[in-house]
């Protein structure tokens, strides 16, 4: 039962770092590339709560383009507090479409994941081919 669930680990761990070194950093960063105004966004809410034993931060970033105003929320894993700023790129072709500096991910990080999960993956793998060839002896 360990052997095969090492073995499918490794599997889905290997799928997962392939996906992200290979698909997800390359679409991240046409985003970026896409979002080539830029304008400056300013917490005006911040809600925190608890999640898996951690504390998170529930954060509205209010921000205006051309005289219209915007909000996005995303959940952070640090506190902002209210007044705080942050820089945001724009798609001026798809102004809902954005990228926020520091808190969205970026394509650097996710490729340094999916390289670790790759890395992982091959040695889960190993370990449960390995298992199933001594068992079979």
């Known amino acids: 039962m360990i052997k095969r669930l090492c073995f499918w680990m490794g599997i889905l761990l290997i799928i997962g770092g392939i996906l992200s070194v290979f698909l997800i950093p390359g679409k991240l960063q ?4 896409r979002c080539t105004e830029e304008t400056t966004g300013m ?4 809600h925190s709560f608890y999640s898996d034993d951690e504390k998170r931060y529930d954060t509205t970033i209010r921000f205006e ?4 105003v915007y909000e996005d929320s995303k959940t ?8 705080d700023t942050f820089l945001i790129k724009y798609n001026p072709e798809n102004i ?13 990080t996710v490729k340094i994941m999916g390289i ?5 993956g091959v040695i889960c793998l190993t370990v449960g081919i390995n298992e199933m060839v001594n068992s079979k002896k």
């Open 30 to 33: 046409a985003k970026i590339d």
């Open 43 to 46: 917490v005006t809410h911040v």
């Open 65 to 68: 383009i051309h005289g219209n």
């Open 76 to 83: 952070l894993k640090y506190e902002k507090s209210v007044g």
């Open 96 to 108: 809902p479409e954005i990228y926020i500096e520091g808190v969205d991910d970026d394509p650097k």
């Open 116 to 120: 670790i999960f790759l890395v992982a």
